[in-house]
C-alpha cells in the first residue's frame, strides 16, 4: 500500500531525511520509534503533504500512486490521516462544521453521497463514544483552550470518524496520563483493521504495550537505522537510544 | 487651478444655485451658511494633511457629482428594496432611495410612546426642541472638510428621539439605498438619535448600492446619549463597487451612557469612514467594534477618536481588517483622555490580516494621556493566515480555497460573535460569510 524510497527531504536548507526506506502493506501496524529530532514528524509531514519540506530525493508510492504529487486535501481524501503531535488551535471555526466539511470532501471524493446534518450527528455520536469525548467538545472551536489530552483524543475521534486507509499516529501518547493513554490506545485499536494500514510514531515504548505492532522501526538522524519485530521495541526500552547511536556511529554509513 | 481646487468651486457653485436652501426653521440657514463657509476655507483634504495622509480623495473629486433628482418609488427602488431584505427589514425603518426619504416604504408606526422617526425633512417641518438642542452640535464642520460640506447641504437623512426612559424593543433601520442613475449623483444623509436619560434603543444604518453605480455618499451621524441611556448603534456599508462613501459618526455620550458602535465596511471603490465619541460624564462604557474588508483595488479607511473627558470612564475598542487583492486598508484610532479623567481604563486593538502579497494596510494606534492615574493599552498587528492551521485543516481533506476561507471567516467572526441582537448578528454573519464565497469564487476564475 504504501511503498517509501531512498525518501531524502530538508527544511530551510537544513536536511532531516536522509534516505528513508520503508514498505507498508494493507492491514499492517508499524511502528517508528527514535530519539528526539530524529525526523519522525518530518516523515509523518512529508508523507501529509506538508509545503515546508522539501523533498530532495527518492519517492512514495502509494496504492499505486506518486504520493508527493498530491496535494494534503487529495492525500487526505485518498484515505491518507496524519494525527498531529501538536495539534492546531483554530479560534473561530467550530468542529462540528469543519469536521463535517472534512468528512463530507472524503466522501465525496470517494463517490459517496454527502451526509447531511442528522446522519453526521449519527455518525459522531457513535464515535465520540470510542475516546470518551464529552459532546460539548463539538460545540468549541477546533481545539480551541482544549487540555493535551482533549486534543489527542480529538485527533483519534477524527480519525474514526474519517475513516482513512492509512493512518500515521505522530506521538499520541505524549503527554498522556496512564488513563487518558488507555482511553486513546482503545480507540486506536478499535480502528485496527484488515483494510487499515497505521504508522504509530512513538518516543516510548509504553504505548506499544497497548497497541501491538506488527513491526518496529527505529529512525535516527534522518534514517531507519534498524527493524524487527515488536521484541525490538522491548529491547530499545531496556537499552535506551544509545544502544543505537553507538552501532550507527561505528558502522561505516550504509545507504549516504 | 489645481483639480481640488476646481472641484470646490463645483460644490460652492452648487450651494449658490441651491433653490432649497431656505428648508427647515430659520436657525438652520446660519449653520448652513457657516459650513459652507468653512469648506471655502478648508478645500478638500490633500495626502499632505495628517489625518488624510493614506487616503487620496481625488478619485471622487473626476466626477461632477450632483444631487438625484427625486423618483423614490419607482419600480427600481422597490426591487432594490427587495434586495435588501438580505439585510432583513425590521418593523421600525426609514427608507431612503438615493438621498430622498420614501414614506411608502418605510415604516414607523409601530413606534410608540413619544418616540419619534421621522425623515429630516419632516423634522424641520415639526422643528422640535431637541433638533435644535442637538443638531450640528457635535460633529465638527470646522475643520472636517467632508463634515462641513455635509452640514451646508444636509436637508434629509434620519431622525430618531427616543424619550426619557423609554425603552424600544426592536432595532431601528435607517436605510440608504443608492439605485442606477446615469449621472453621477450625490447625497448628503444627516442622521440625529437622541437618545434621553435612561432610554434605550438599537439603531442599524445600512447603505447599499445597486452594482456598478456611481455616486458619492457624504454621510453625517450624530448621537446623543443622555445619563444612563444605553444606545446599541450599528453601521453596515455595502455600496457599489464604483462608489465613495465619506462619513463620519459622532457620539455624544453623558454619565453611565453604554454606547456600543460596530461598523462593518464591506463595499464601495473608497470608503472613508470616522467613528468619534465624547464622553463628558463619568462612569461612562463605550464600546468601538469594526470590520474591514476589501479586495481588487478598494480603499477603505477607519479612523476613530475616543475622548475621555471625564473619570471613570471605559472604553473598549477592537477594529479588524481583511485585506485582499490589491486592497487598501487604513486604520487610525486615537484614545484621548484628557486631563480631567483620571481613572480611566481604555484598550484599543487592531488586528490585520493580508491575504495577498500586493494589498496593503497602515495601522496607526495612538494614546495621548494628559493623566497619569490611568490604565490604557493599544496594540495593532498584521498578519497572514496561520500557515499550521492551513495545513491541519487540508489535512483532513478540506480544499485550498474553503481552508482559506474557513480561517478568513474565523477571523472576521469575533467581531460578528461580539454583536448582542441575535437577528442583526445572523444577518450581518451571512453577508459576511456571502462577501468572503464571492471573494474566492473570484479569486479561483481568476487564478
Ligand atoms: N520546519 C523546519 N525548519 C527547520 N528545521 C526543522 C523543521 N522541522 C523540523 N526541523 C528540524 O529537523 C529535525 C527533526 O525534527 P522532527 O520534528 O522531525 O523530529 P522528531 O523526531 O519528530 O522529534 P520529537 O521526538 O522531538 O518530536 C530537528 O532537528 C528539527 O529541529
Ligand atoms: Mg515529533
Same mark, same amino acid.
Not at chain 1, 531507519?224 to 522491548?234: F, M, N
Not at chain 2, 495628517?50 to 480623495?57: A, C, D, S
Not at chain 2, 490580516?353 to 494596510?361: D, F, G, K, Q
Given at each position: 500500500m504504501l511503498e517509501i524510497k531512498n525518501l531524502h527531504?530538508?527544511?530551510a536548507k537544513k536536511s532531516i531525511l536522509r534516505g528513508i526506506n520503508l514498505s507498508v502493506r494493507v492491514g499492517e501496524v508499524h511502528a517508528v520509534m527514535g530519539p528526539n529530532g530524529s525526523g519522525k514528524s518530518t516523515l509523518a509531514h512529508v508523507l501529509s503533504g506538508r509545503e515546508t519540506y522539501q523533498v530532495t530525493a527518492g519517492e512514495v508510492i502509494y496504492e499505486g500512486k506518486n504520493l508527493l504529487e498530491m496535494s494534503p486535501e487529495e492525500r487526505a481524501r485518498e484515505g491518507i490521516f496524519l494525527a498531529f503531535q501538536y495539534p492546531v488551535e483554530i479560534p473561530g471555526v467550530s468542529t462540528t462544521y469543519f469536521l463535517k466539511a472534512a468528512v463530507n470532501a472524503v466522501r465525496k471524493h470517494r463517490g459517496l453521497e454527502e451526509l447531511d446534518a442528522m446522519d453526521f450527528l449519527a455518525l459522531v455520536k457513535e464515535k465520540m463514544k470510542w475516546v470518551e469525548m464529552e459532546q460539548e467538545l463539538l460545540n468549541r472551536s477546533i481545539n480551541d483552550g482544549f487540555s493535551g489530552g482533549e486534543?489527542?483524543?480529538n485527533e483519534v475521534f477524527q480519525m474514526a470518524v474519517l475513516d482513512p486507509k492509512l493512518a500515521i499516529l505522530d506521538e499520541t501518547d505524549s503527554g498522556l496520563d496512564i488513563d487518558a493513554l488507555k482511553i486513546v490506545a482503545q480507540g486506536v485499536n478499535a480502528l485496527r483493521s484488515e483494510e487499515r494500514a497505521m504508522i504509530v510514531i512513538t518516543h516510548y515504548q509504553r504505548l506499544l504495550n497497548y497497541i501491538v505492532p506488527d513491526f518496529v522501526h527505529v529512525l535516527y538522524d534522518g534514517r531507519? *537505522?534498524? @527493524?524487527?519485530?515488536? !521484541? $525490538?521495541? !522491548?529491547e530499545l526500552e531496556a537499552r535506551g537510544y544509545d544502544w543505537v547511536k553507538e552501532g550507527v556511529e561505528a558502522a561505516p554509513q550504509a545507504n549516504a | 487651478m489645481n483639480q481640488a481646487l476646481a472641484e470646490k468651486d463645483h460644490y460652492l457653485s452648487i450651494f449658490e444655485r441651491c433653490d432649497q436652501r431656505g428648508a427647515g426653521p430659520a436657525w438652520v440657514q446660519p449653520l448652513r451658511q457657516d459650513a459652507i463657509s468653512r469648506f471655502a476655507v478648508l478645500g478638500f483634504p490633500t495626502t499632505k494633511d !495628517? %489625518?488624510?495622509?493614506?487616503?487620496? *480623495?481625488s478619485p471622487i473629486l473626476q466626477f461632477p457629482f450632483r444631487p438625484a433628482p427625486p423618483e423614490t418609488e419607482g419600480s427600481a427602488a422597490i426591487a432594490a428594496v427587495e434586495r435588501a431584505t438580505a439585510i432583513g427589514l425590521p418593523l421600525h425603518r426609514l427608507v431612503f432611495v438615493n438621498g430622498h426619504y420614501a414614506p411608502r416604504l418605510s415604516s414607523v408606526q409601530g413606534l410608540r410612546g413619544r418616540v419619534r422617526a421621522s425623515s429630516l425633512r419632516d423634522a424641520f417641518a415639526e422643528a422640535p426642541d431637541s433638533l435644535k438642542a442637538h443638531l &450640528?452640535?457635535?460633529a465638527d464642520h470646522k475643520t472636517h472638510a467632508f463634515v462641513a460640506l455635509n452640514t451646508a447641504f444636509m436637508e434629509e437623512g434620519a431622525y430618531l428621539y427616543v424619550p426619557k426612559g423609554a425603552i424600544v424593543e426592536e432595532p431601528v433601520l435607517f436605510l440608504f439605498l443608492s439605485i442606477g442613475s446615469a449621472a453621477a449623483a450625490v447625497s448628503y444623509p444627516?442622521?440625529?438619535i437622541v437618545a434621553g436619560q435612561g432610554s434605550q434603543v438599537t439603531v442599524v444604518e445600512a447603505y447599499l448600492g445597486s452594482p456598478g453605480a456611481v455616486y458619492l455618499t457624504n454621510g453625517v451621524t450624530e448621537i446623543a446619549a443622555g445619563e444612563d441611556a444605553v444606545v446599541d448603534h450599528y453601521k453596515l456599508v455595502e455600496e457599489s463597487d464604483a462608489a465613495f462613501h465619506v462619513a463620519t459618526q459622532q457620539a455624544r455620550l453623558e454619565r453611565s451612557a453604554n454606547? *456600543? @458602535?460596530h461598523l462593518i465596511l464591506l463595499g464601495g471603490a473608497l470608503v472613508r469612514n470616522d467613528v468619534n465619541a465624547v464622553l463628558e460624564g463619568e462612569g461612562i462604557e463605550c464600546t468601538l467594534n469594526g470590520l474591514f474588508m476589501a479586495t481588487d483595488r478598494q480603499h477603505v479607511d477607519s479612523h476613530t477618536r475616543i475622548d475621555h473627558v471625564r473619570p471613570h470612564g471605559c472604553s473598549r475598542e477592537l477594529y479588524k481588517g481583511i485585506l485582499s487583492g490589491g486592497a487598501r486598508g487604513v486604520f487610525n484610532g486615537k484614545i484621548y483622555v484628557h486631563k480631567s479623567a483620571p481613572k480611566t481604563d481604555a484598550k484599543q486593538t487592531n488586528k490585520n $490580516?493580508?491575504? @495577498? !502579497? %500586493? &494589498?496593503? *494596510?497602515d495601522t496607526k494606534p495612538q494614546l495621548e494621556i494628559y493623566n497619569n492615574d490611568v490604565k490604557c493599552t493599544h496594540g495593532s498587528t498584521i498578519g497572514q493566515l496561520d500557515q499550521d492551521a492551513l495545513f491541519y485543516l487540508r489535512a483532513r481533506g478540506i480544499g485550498l480555497a474553503e481552508a482559506r476561507n474557513l480561517l478568513t471567516y474565523a477571523f472576521a467572526s469575533e467581531i460578528i460573535r461580539g454583536i448582542k441582537v441575535a437577528s442583526i448578528r445572523d444577518q450581518l454573519d451571512r453577508m459576511v460569510r456571502t462577501r468572503l464565497e464571492n471573494q474566492f469564487r473570484a479569486k479561483e476564475r481568476g487564478s
Open positions: 527531504a530538508s527544511a486534543k489527542k483524543r531507519i *537505522v534498524k @527493524s524487527g519485530g515488536k !521484541e $525490538l521495541a !522491548e | !495628517e %489625518e488624510w495622509k493614506y487616503t487620496n *480623495v &450640528a452640535r457635535y444627516r442622521n440625529l454606547f *456600543v @458602535s $490580516l493580508l491575504l @495577498s !502579497e %500586493e &494589498a496593503l *494596510v
